[in-house]
């Protein structure tokens, strides 16, 4: 990627970071906001309602991605991709200022309208995937998806950082709960400029474009596509493997080998190397090597194979030794993954097709804790056995992709 080339796309990958942001930077916060005696719920709210209140909180922002990412992917496509990514810069700027305002006015109801319009809008992110694939060439575009993944992870991981020191009193004295929300708000007004100087529209609708068809025509089009239904039926596997040992290990890790919250910091941080290799060296490679097919059955494979270590080898060092390993086998399934979805549509449709992968993003990591945290009371590996499952089929499905129907797209 050039030196302009890279000055246009870097709006987009800040626009990923700050919805990541926005899904990590939020939780450590809720426990002050509604468990804490200062918070935004009185002193004799029961505990049903303080745990209803801190679940809703966080899951309704991936239950708003749900709908808001193939709404506003599909909306690209018809009016390109700039438009409708400064318009969810905007929306993200007012969610989160409505949050910070909430945290002033002790209202539980307006944090959680903030919440659902800081999810719906956090579409963005598949609407900047369709904008980087848009002139990506085909032998590089795995790998610009993989800075995709990177700058997402970014997010995950910094999110919860910067929430801890800007809502910390004694650092500074008028740091507190409401600042990191007021931070995130100035990060999607000074990205909405930035988009507006710098991004040059990387999509222009031809007149068809706007002719075809409703919505839900289209993603029951999606579902016709025996190509699109497969690659679905593996993403979602994917995700939600992912998204369940992602949320768990720590918990794992604590009761099968007493790792304490040090050890378990270390071992998550170990996640970014991970993905700092696979996207600035080894994609790119892998992607020269194997065809996109094979690689994603080979990463998904190998991922599966490392979760069920972790779970049959009780050895305290064999979490170590996979955690990198299975890191790039998942940032390089999901980069392929993404690819090859886009690959089985042709240019008006990507704006849609990255909105419905996003859809079952937000969709996996919104019910995972919900099912995983039932699992979890079976037993600390129950929750990897599931993310283990959920790996396998994928890879099984995989195996079943070459006898797919060449009558849609080839990839």
């Given at each position: 990627m050039g030196k302009k080339n890279f000055q246009g796309m870097a709006p987009l990958f800040l626009a990923i970071f700050?919805?990541?942001?926005?899904?990590?930077?939020?939780?450590?916060?809720a426990t002050p906001l509604f468990m804490g005696d200062h918070g935004i719920v009185s002193a004799d709210t029961s505990s049903f309602l303080r745990n209803l209140f801190y679940?809703?909180?966080?899951?309704?922002?991936?239950?708003?991605?749900?709908?808001?990412a193939p709404l506003l992917g599909s909306l690209s496509d018809k009016i390109g991709r700039k438009k409708v990514l400064m318009m969810c810069l905007a929306s993200t700027c007012a969610g989160y200022l409505l949050c910070g305002f909430a945290v002033y006015w002790h209202s539980v109801g307006l944090i959680l309208l903030g919440?659902?319009?800081d999810g719906f809008t956090g579409g963005s992110m598949t609407i900047a995937q369709a904008a980087i694939v848009d002139n990506a060439p085909q032998e590089t575009k795995a790998v610009q998806i993989g800075y995709v993944l990177l700058a997402a992870s970014l997010g995950f991981i910094l999110g919860p950082l910067v929430a801890s020191i800007l809502s910390n009193p004694t650092l500074i004295s008028w740091f507190n709960v409401a600042t990191p929300l007021y931070f995130a708000a100035i990060m999607a007004a000074v990205n909405l400029g930035l988009l507006f100087c710098l991004f040059q529209e990387t999509f222009k609708p031809h007149a068809e474009a706007h002719s075809q068809g409703s919505y839900w025509q289209s993603i029951a089009w999606f579902f016709e596509n025996p190509t699109i239904r497969l690659l679905t039926v593996v993403f979602l596997c994917l995700q939600l493997g992912w998204a369940t040992y992602f949320e768990f290990i720590g918990l794992f890790l604590?009761?099968?080998?007493q790792f304490d919250e040090h050890l378990i910091g270390y071992f998550m941080s170990g996640i970014g190397v991970g993905y700092t290799i696979t996207f600035?060296?080894?994609?790119?490679?892998?992607?020269?090597?194997?065809p996109l097919k094979k690689l994603a059955f080979m990463a998904i494979g190998f991922l599966a194979i490392f979760v069920w270590g972790n779970l049959l080898i009780r050895y305290s060092l064999e979490p170590w030794i996979t955690l990198i390993p299975a890191t790039i086998c998942l940032a390089s399934g999901y980069s392929v993954l993404i690819t090859l979805f886009s690959n089985a549509v042709d240019a008006d449709h990507q704006g849609r097709i990255m909105g419905f992968s996003g859809a079952i993003t937000s969709f996996s990591f919104g019910?995972?804790?919900?099912?995983?945290?039932f699992i979890a009371n079976l037993s600390a590996s129950a929750p990897l056995i599931w993310a283990a499952l959920c790996l396998?089929?994928?890879?099984?499905?995989?195996?079943?992709?070459?006898?797919?129907s060449e009558s849609t797209r080839s990839i």
């Open positions: 700050i919805d990541s942001i926005g899904i990590s930077l939020f939780v450590p916060l679940g809703l909180s966080i899951g309704i922002y991936s239950l708003a991605g749900v709908i808001g919440r659902v319009i604590h009761k099968t080998y600035c060296y080894l994609l790119q490679k892998l992607v020269a090597r194997y019910c995972t804790a919900v099912i995983s945290g396998s089929v994928g890879a099984g499905f995989l195996l079943k992709y070459h006898k797919v």
